[in-house]
RNA sequence: GCCUGCAUAGCUCAGUAGGUAGAGCAACUGACUUGUAAUCAGUAGGUCGUUGGUUCGAUUCCGACUGCAGGCUCCA
């Protein structure tokens, strides 16, 4: 019988079914059928050796796409799920999907895997490539699916098997005497998969992501098209790896963490100006914005986190003392605090929307797995503010925000943002009117922003749904930096009012939002971002004046002065030492200008400058550099083209 | 908090199959007055994270603790 398959292009061939998608690709070229490792046949993605039996519309699959690395990688995990099982009979596989840039595999076992494992699962991994095993796809019974896996001690795949809708298809995926239920689709055979894989690391897992479950053992794999696409994928994480923010925060004397304060940063002089640089940039953004900054303290009676809901909900990561017979807690937000700022007198229909910034310093006692450099830590300053508002003017609010918010992104040198909504979870307060009217607010303001987002449902607060704002650092792990939260209990928790129009009471909704997040945060991802080379106007030291000769010494202090005098965080260098080895080092610093001061330069009044990330200087009128130099700065002029990664 | 791993000089790292440790850079001293990514010579610097145990002897082996790293969970 003959039947129709369409290609993508539109074209249609006459075929005689069965045909397979192996059949198709190799009637098309040679290149084709050893590129392809899938077919989408009807929006479905098969198995390249499943038959095809009727009219069908086609797309082959090959493996440098991502839907074909895609394959690849889950084929990957396969593999080396079968080479754990010959290896370590004893271990019981669960699951192994692909991921981005690899893939995983969570087993359970007695005994740990050890790094040396690795390398033998991986040795043995190559070893079943080279077998090239034929995978082949089965349609189970699903009770006879479930008890061949309890059969053969494989508990955790029977329950996956229980757990599945009863409709679904079983399919079960055999290569050589290892089989594992599968949705599929698969290569045709594991030699396929060639040697473009490698194992990365050992990790713990929870059992369904449930930390009351048992605790698995994952070990993840990064998988590629080929070998050269793996090195290249090596050498660029390798590269990031060299950004990371506490290697550059050590390199550039930025800042340091120490045993003592596991959780909080030193600043030192550098990473302060850093630090300082961006909290007035915020403070002067906020007020152009109409915000008002406020301070709120530090040390709390315990009682108003108790009527704020926070003492019961997340009582154990608060960091309590008692002084006097009472107890404190040390702020973990600033939001109770700023409802009384706004308690405080009383509050008309037209002070709304009423604005309250503050750079809020909190304490929160993260567990301690779940620290990491200053992007994760327990004391940490927010940008935070409070916008009090009536419902009506939630959306616009938030717009507004959005706004505001890709602004300072565009400033700091960010153009990738993802942007997730988070929406009603189970436990919650608030009635599903008041969610509808909020979750509709946010998605409107996303959308009217022309915005890709993605949703996030059951995810929100307590309290009311939130947009989530996340940067990336260098090797693409997201942290999420900028919210903004509509929240339905606080105010009225709190006893928060305004006299309406109508003479009435009403209790007003509040905003959560910050840009930033925190400060330690957005700090860590800006120094990846730059890998450390900051844009002039962020950089800890603009300039540095470094002399050739010590007869220059009087003039190159005179630079530095104007400099200083003209705004600039200027310093000098007049150490004793050949202009090369200044050059180095400042330029080790990344400091963005190198001002070169010999006899030349003293008796002309003039400065070489050399720029970071050029090997080439320019001598020029001092006057001239500082106006241009200045120009660089008031416009936040942005040279990622320097950074050498 | 859980799983795995790691902790040696200011920094980056080597080393000891158990006999109290070494390099480069930095620091300090001296010489060199220098033209755009490391001038030369010398000096000094470590209870080998803390703490128990095994041992004649532990930085090395074992345990506990603390911290860090990568995941998991969490993230008001």
Not at 184 to 202: A, E, I
Not at 425 to 436: K, L, M, N, T
Not at 541 to 568: F, H, K, P, S, W
Not at 637 to 645: A, F, G, K
């Amino acid at each position: 019988m003959s039947i129709s398959i369409t290609f993508p292009d539109g074209a249609v061939k006459q075929l005689e079914a069965p045909v397979t998608g192996v059949e198709i690709a190799d009637g098309i070229s040679s290149g084709l059928r050893r590129n392809a490792v899938a077919i989408v046949v009807n929006g479905e993605s098969w198995d390249l050796t499943r038959e095809i039996t009727s009219d069908a519309n086609i797309d082959i699959i090959t493996r440098d796409t991502d839907a074909g690395l895609d394959v690849l990688r889950h084929d990957a995990a396969h593999v080396m799920a079968e080479a754990v099982k010959e290896l370590y009979p004893e271990t019981q596989v669960t699951i192994g999907p692909s991921i981005e840039n690899g893939f995983y595999y969570d087993f359970a076992r007695e005994e740990a895997f050890t790094p040396e494992d690795l390398g033998k699962i991986e040795t043995r991994m190559k070893e079943i490539v080279k077998r090239n095993e034929t995978i082949e796809r089965e349609v189970w019974d699903r009770n006879e699916a479930i008890e061949y896996f309890k059969g053969i001690g494989e508990l955790y795949k029977a329950e996956i098997i229980s757990d599945l809708p009863e409709n679904e298809t079983i399919t079960v995926y055999r290569q050589g005497e290892f089989l594992d239920l599968c949705r599929g689709p698969h290569l045709p055979s594991t030699g396929v998969l060639r040697d473009g894989f490698k194992l990365t690391k050992l990790a713990g897992a929870y059992w369904r992501g449930d930390s009351n479950n048992a605790q698995l053992q994952r070990i993840y794999g990064t998988a590629w098209s080929d070998k050269k696409q793996l090195k290249a994928y090596l050498k660029r994480m390798e590269e990031a790896e060299k950004r990371d923010h506490r290697k550059l925060g050590k390199a550039l004397d930025l800042f340091h963490i120490q045993d003592e304060a596991p959780g909080s940063v030193f600043w030192h002089p550098k990473g302060w100006a850093i630090y300082q640089t961006v909290q007035q940039y915020m403070g002067a953004k906020q007020y152009e914005r109409g915000y008002q900054e406020i301070k709120t303290p530090q040390v709390v009676d315990i009682s108003l986190w108790e009527k704020s809901g926070h003492a019961s909900k997340f009582g154990d990561d608060m960091f309590t003392l008692s002084a006097d017979d009472r107890n404190y807690a040390i702020k973990p937000m600033n939001c109770p605090c700023h409802v009384q700022v706004f308690n405080q007198g009383l509050k008309s229909y037209r002070d709304l929307p009423l604005r309250l910034a503050e750079f809020g310093s909190c304490h929160r006692n993260e567990m301690s797995g779940a620290l990491h450099g200053i992007m994760r830590v327990r004391s940490f300053v927010q940008d935070d503010a409070h916008i009090f508002c009536t419902e009506e003017q939630i959306q616009e609010e938030v717009k507004e925000f959005i706004d505001f918010l890709h602004e300072v992104y565009t400033d700091f040198g960010f153009d990738q943002v993802v942007y997730k909504l988070s929406t009603r979870p189970e436990q919650r307060v608030g009635s599903d009117a008041d969610w509808d009217r909020a979750e509709q607010a946010l998605e409107q303001a996303l959308n009217e922003n022309n915005l890709e987002w993605e949703l996030q449902p059951g995810e929100g607060a307590f309290y009311g749904p939130k947009i989530e704002f996340s940067l990336k650092d260098c090797i693409g792990r997201l942290w999420q930096c900028g919210t903004v939260q509509v929240d339905f209990s606080m105010p009225g928790r709190l006893g928060a009012e305004y006299i309406a129009e109508d003479g009435s009471k009403q209790v007003p909704v509040m905003l959560h939002r910050a840009i930033l997040g925190s400060l330690e945060r957005f700090l860590g991802i800006l120094i990846e971002q730059h890998a450390g080379a900051l844009p002039a106007w962020l950089a800890p030291q603009q300039v540095m004046v470094a002399t050739i000769v010590t007869d220059a010494n009087d003039y190159a202090q005179e630079v530095a002065n104007a400099l200083r005098n003209a705004g600039m965080r200027a310093d000098v260098d007049l150490r004793n030492e050949k202009i090369g080895y200044k050059v180095r080092e400042h330029s080790l610093q990344k400091i963005p200008a190198i001002l070169c001061i010999g006899k030349r330069e003293a008796e002309e009044g003039a400065v070489a400058v050399r720029r970071f990330g050029s090997k080439q200087q320019t001598v020029m009128k001092l006057e001239d550099f500082i106006e241009q130099f200045h120009v660089e700065i008031s416009e936040k002029q942005v040279t990622l083209n320097n950074i050498e990664s």
